[in-house]
């Protein structure tokens, strides 16, 4: 054993250190001697740096206090008693100041300074003062405002230089673009003459020369083995190892290998001395057949086992975890470590159950839960999870168990009462649940609910005598009973619970569904006494809810008398009309009608006079009641807000719906009456004679209005009638009559214009619109007709010089925009549609009707990107939505279409256009009652804008036609196709 001692002296003396070695137990000290007085060629020298004596060694260096002293200042001179002690001649002196200057005159290029060159900046090594940072801070702003200023250039440039160079070099799929266009044209048949590819290699690579190696079956090797042509279906015994198998590797030659010691197997032929295996095969499958077949039936005749697909039933016990079998060993010992220390946590025990479960060892999970059942006998959870986990008979065990050990738990009894599959055993376990927990509402629901109504009736009797608190046992128990006696279980329950609102409101539906009405508003207005008496807080927003589900259950009374009950309950005086009238909406929306019925009613009462109230409630009938309903409210809205020209219209409307035209004349002489010289009630009962074939009453009406109440839109009325009638000098006169007094009006000319180019006159049309934009610059339908009138000319120019002009007149405007996009697209120059496109998307880029437009321009690959761009700028635009529905409608997408289509008509129901798409859609694709609810939904919105709807409505042979029929002829016009 070798020890090593280390002695340091003064450490200052570190050059000085010697090691002694001293040889204990078996080294001899004279031989340490001699070993001393060598001199070793170290010693004297100066230790290198950062050297720690006997480091090699497992030593361990230290410092004293006098190696780095008292605590020293960082500008005291460096300690250099350590360093080994120099000598410096005057030739190192030289060598120094030499090196020096030439350092001082560095000329190497990485030392050249482009601003202050070889020899560096002459305040270099001066103080950096305040000034220097401000004045840097100038310059390096003046630097970037420069760069900024350049910036446009130099991305410009990059831009072009980008450009040029996929100009130069363009992809594959431009390359090709033209060809995939092509394919359009290739016929079916041409199609598929195309020759197949083939193998495109020589025939060298196709056959190599050098052979190919292909093994040797068994079957030939089997075939001839010992050299012979028989065939061998047995194994030498001798080749195999009692017990425990072969001795030496099996050969394929057939070697016969000796047993050793002698030793033979017992399982040979007699006589042969060989094993014979396709006997033993044989004897397999005929024991595996009868064995199968004795299972195969049971005594009532059905199958246990399968034999042809029991192999496959084992895929039922794969483990479905397919986690990390490492994660589960770590979960394992976790949680043995949990039930080690505390045994008794039922938490753990599950936990490792469940475990178990999940990677697919059931059996070991049993025995874990079984044995947290002897651990943790009071937890309800464990004796549960045992029942879940054990089968059939079993969890009757476990579950019998456990009621002993907890005969007070509700769920050990509702598990128990679950496990049974006979109805009498069921109620068997319930009837005694209920004698160890008489307070359970849980059982008591349980087994009344497999009684028969009398029984149960019996069973809720005693129950509410067990669990008088519980409402839901006095409500069924009222439910079975008759009249008299609900009556008097409600007026229990109310003595035994006097804070819940539920017994009162079964007590108003009581009375109600016997009849009894005029006592549900007592019992409800009661109902809100007592809660307030016993200190309960009365939620309008509660009561509101349960006056819904009446109205759902079909107690109309009971629902109306809550809501008069409790809607003004915690709403602001100013604010009860925007209150009511959003609760009327939620009602609607939830499908409680009677309920927004009696918000309405009871709003009408305290707001009479309010026209908005009434308009709103006009609505509600119009859209969700009857006729008779609606006119009885018009009725009344007349009587108290005389003055509301669209109540009395409203009510002349229905009649004239109805068929009851002489009831609609009356309404509207009413309404003269009420609303003398009323432009609006004028025109309604024109409408009302034109639209019945009374032309000459409507005449006379016509001449006394221009009389009486001379207006623009009368003598508009007036000229049309006649236009219609053929009666086209009388038209003209009238025409010129009007412009002479409402020359500011641009409709006067536009028909004025319309008359002239129906008898081919194009001078005096065009002269019309040039008149009428004169007085009507900022007429874009005006300017859009002298332009088309142009464009059948045939003057092209004039035509488009016209557009130009009436931007200029009319800046930001996308539909004038628009036609000269389309203009330029009809002449068949489609560029200068596309610029024409981008300076209306710079001019009005928020405008629906320009991006849709776009989106039709662009080839059909651009067209989905497009319709991505336009959504993000006009997300809720009528007409962008339209053109995405017609561009998944082209795409053969048929649910996406109907989808959109559906959004559009639903975010504006005004636009014919789209009712039109819609109905043609589902004329193509849908069903005949889709066809038939797209019409309804049209005649009852009745549209009035849109390009082609206005173009068919306004048209002087439809202008008796419905909506329903000018919708067909929309749809007979549009096409699917961009």
Partial sequence: MYLYFLRVADPSEKSDVQLSIRLADSVDLSVAKMSSKKKKHFLGMPAPLGYVPGLGRGATGFTTRSDIGPARDANDPVDDRHAPPGKRTVGDQMKKNQQENDDEEDLNDSNYDEFNGYAGSLFSSGPYEKDDEEADAIYNAVDKRLDERRKDRREQREREEIEKYRMERPKIQQQFSDLKRKLVEVSEEEWLNIPEVGDARNKRQRNPRHEKLTPIPDSFLAKHMHGSSDQHNSVDPRQLKYGAGLTTPYPRTGLNTPFPGGMTPGLMTPGSGELDMRKIGQARNTLMDMRLSQVSDSVSGQTVVDPKGYLTDLNSMIPTYGGDINDIKKARLLLKSVRETNPHHPPAWIASARLEEVTGKLQVARNLIMKATEMCPKSEDVWLEAARLQPGDSAKAVVANAVRHLPQSVRVWIRAADLETELKAKKRVLRKALEQVPNSVRLWKAAVELEDPDDARILLSRAVECCPTSVELWLALARLETYENARRVLNKARENIPTDRHIWITAAKLEEANGNTTMVDKIVDRAIASLRANGVEINRDQWIQDSEECDKAGSVATCQAIIRAVIGIGVEEEDRKHAWMEDAESCIVHGALECARAIYAYALQVFPSKKSVWLRAAYFEKNHGTRDSLEALLQRAVAHCPKAEVLWLMGAKSKWLAGDVPSARSILALAFQANPNSEEIWLAAIKLESENN??????????????????????????????????????????????????????????????????????????????????????????????????????????RAILEKARLKNPQHPELWLESVRLEYRAGLKNIASTLMAKAMQECPNSGILWAEAIYLESRPQRKTKSVDALKKCEHDPHVLLAVGKLFWSERKITKAREWFLRTVKIDPDLGDAWGYFYKFELQHGTQEQQEEVMKRCENVEPRHGELWCQMSKDINNWRKKPGEVLELVANKLTNTF
């Fill in 694 to 799: 009374e032309d000459e009453r409507a005449r006379r009406l016509l001449a006394k209005a221009r009389s009486s109440a001379p207006t623009a839109r009368v003598f508009m009325k007036s000229v049309k009638l006649e236009w219609v009638l053929g009666n086209i000098p009388r038209a003209l006169d009238l025409c010129h009559e009007a412009l002479h007094h409402y020359e500011q009006f641009p409709k006067l000319w536009m028909m004025k214009g319309q008359v002239f180019q129906q008898l081919d006159n194009v001078e005096d049309a065009r002269q019309s619109y040039s008149q009428g934009l004169k007085k009507c610059p900022q007429s874009a339908p005006l300017w859009l007709l002298l332009s088309r009138l142009e464009e059948c000319a045939g003057q092209l120019t004039r035509a």
